[in-house]
């Protein structure tokens, strides 16, 4: 069973619409995370939520809006696509908040907008 | 601001022979440092770890990785490569201090055969 899962894997869409992308962990994690990965592999934080509640939120556009409706999932919905929004979106769970918790990765999302 | 530098973009190393992708990470009290590794089409997977103790830490695959406090790096090593560990190499730190993880820009490896 994989542990942290995404949906979809690839995503291509026009310019202006509006898209989600889910997130399931089976690790029984409390903690989970957002990030982007640009054209230059670059991994950024997005944001992060733990037990629910949102405890990282980066500078990041309004666009972007994460929901935790339990503590096994975090979506991502992105309204007003633009261009830049191009990237690899990667879903990430720990057991934890601290400075040592481990985090493991989904397999990602490629989101193209055209 | 802190910050995680991977001076290599790209490697190329032969099958077998040795490797060494370096890692520097900037001045934080205590540093926690992490190598991941992301295959093509694949999230990130945890290669190793240091916390503490050892400054010598063994991790999957074969790899292990040294922390230098007085380099402030943390450089991962592999006696020998095989084909399969060709991908991308993620160093990672955060601090006792914070609970937000650092990435590194990555270094691409590649396996010539």
């Known amino acids: 069973d994989t542990a942290v899962s995404q949906t979809p894997k690839y995503l291509v869409t026009q310019m202006g619409n509006d898209k989600s992308i889910k997130c399931e962990q089976n690790l029984g994690h409390d903690t989970m995370y957002w990030y982007k990965q640009d054209s230059k592999k670059f991994l950024k934080i997005m944001f992060s939520y733990n037990n629910k509640e949102l405890i990282i939120n980066e500078t990041v556009p309004n666009r972007f809006s994460p929901k935790s409706p339990d503590k096994a999932h975090l979506n991502l919905h992105i309204n007003s696509l633009e261009l830049g929004d191009s990237a690899v979106y990667f879903c990430?769970?720990?057991?934890?908040?601290?400075?040592?918790?481990?985090?493991?990765f989904g397999a990602g999302t490629r989101l193209s907008v055209l | 601001a802190q910050s995680v530098t991977q001076p290599d973009i790209h490697i190329t190393v032969s099958e077998g022979a040795s490797l060494e992708l370096r890692c520097n990470y900037s001045y934080g009290a205590t540093p926690y440092l992490f190598w991941y590794v992301q295959s093509p089409g694949q999230g990130l997977q945890l290669l190793l770890k240091?916390?503490?103790?050892?400054?010598l830490v063994q991790g999957i695959k074969g790899f292990e990785a040294e922390f230098k406090r007085s380099q402030s790096s943390f450089n991962l090593r592999k006696p020998s490569v095989h084909w399969s560990d060709a991908a991308e190499y993620f160093c990672?730190?955060?601090?006792?201090?914070?609970?937000?993880?650092?990435f590194g820009s990555g270094t691409r490896l590649s396996i010539r055969p």
């Open positions: 990430a769970s720990s057991h934890g908040v601290g400075a040592k918790n481990i985090q493991y």
């Open positions: 240091y916390f503490s103790g050892d400054t």
């Open positions: 990672a730190v955060t601090y006792s201090s914070a609970s937000k993880i650092i």
